[in-house]
């Protein structure tokens, strides 16, 4: 699971090595060893200085369109993370012991005025199955939100029986 803070260190490391490599822009070195293979160093042995040839790196350097780009794409990300980070603080403040029994949710139970009237009842329950549709997870779980805006009405086929969809 990455988090806020690993977001953070990234964030910060890729601005350390895109500036190291500004930096330091040492030259580049390219020559071929006695075993016939390409070397590249910015450090040449002694026996290999006559057929090493200087490297051009300025293809590499980072322009300063591409710099400020790359800035404001790091400020935006790191606004992202600090966004991302606060609602997940705030999500877990609210799911604490005391909050959730604060907004535990509320439940209209079939009893009373409810459950005299089975087709008022059917109609709030399916009005409710409708209103929490949204927030259901591919767990089961619900999302935050879910009791704030959805009442919890309980379902009338113990008292009422099975609604019949059909006219006989």
């Not at 040492?26 to 160093?41: F, H, K, L």
């Not at 113990?158 to 609604?163: D, I, T």
Request: one cysteine or more; glycine letters at 4%; a positive charge.
């Amino acid at each position: 699971m990455i988090t806020y803070t690993h977001l953070r260190s990234c964030f910060c490391v890729a601005g350390l090595a895109l500036f190291a490599l500004q930096a330091s822009a040492a030259p580049i070195y390219r020559w071929v060893d006695e075993n016939g293979r390409t070397q590249m160093s910015d450090t040449v042995p002694e026996k290999y200085r006559k057929s090493a040839k200087r490297t051009d790196t300025e293809q590499f350097g980072v322009s300063p369109e591409a710099r400020k780009l790359a800035e404001e794409r790091s400020a935006k990300e790191r606004a992202l993370a600090d966004q991302l980070a606060s609602r997940r603080k705030n999500e877990e403040a609210s799911s604490s012991p005391a909050a959730s029994a604060a907004s535990a949710p509320k439940s209209r139970s079939p009893n009373g005025a409810n459950s005299s009237d089975c087709a008022t009842w059917r109609r709030m329950y399916r009005d409710s199955q409708a209103c929490f549709a949204p927030y259901h997870n591919a767990d089961g779980s619900l999302k935050p939100g879910a009791h704030e805006n959805c009442t919890e009405v309980g379902n009338p086929e113990a008292k009422c029986g099975v609604e019949s969809w059909y006219q006989q």
